[in-house]
């Protein structure tokens, strides 16, 4: 059996908010950023894989640094995600 994978989420209004975001997951915790996401209309969608409590960390991290220089929209943790999200979202596990 593989090994479960937690998944985080940040999403933003506007590019600076989210580059600040993936540069505070980064450097919180021991996590792989996968995607960075552009999805319409300036929001803008960051995802990063890691074990459950670094993801947390990072998430926490990412979404205090982007509410402070713009729009947060929403922060959430995947603690163990099923195979099929990696799939779903087109990224590997």
């Given at each position: 059996?593989?090994?479960k994978l937690a998944l985080g989420f940040v999403e933003t209004r506007g590019n600076t908010g989210s580059v600040l975001a993936i540069d505070a997951m980064l450097?919180?915790?021991?996590?792989?950023?996968?995607?960075?996401?552009?999805?319409?209309?300036?929001?803008?969608?960051?995802?990063?894989?890691?074990?459950?409590?670094?993801?947390?960390s990072s998430i926490e991290a990412g979404a205090e640094a982007a509410a402070k220089v713009g729009e947060l929209i929403c922060a959430n943790v995947i603690a163990s995600a099923h195979e099929d999200v990696f799939d779903l979202i087109g990224i590997k596990k």
């Open positions: 059996m593989s090994k450097k919180t915790a021991p996590v792989d950023l996968v995607k960075k996401v552009e999805i319409g209309g300036g929001y803008v969608t960051s995802v990063v894989r890691g074990e459950v409590g670094a993801v947390k």
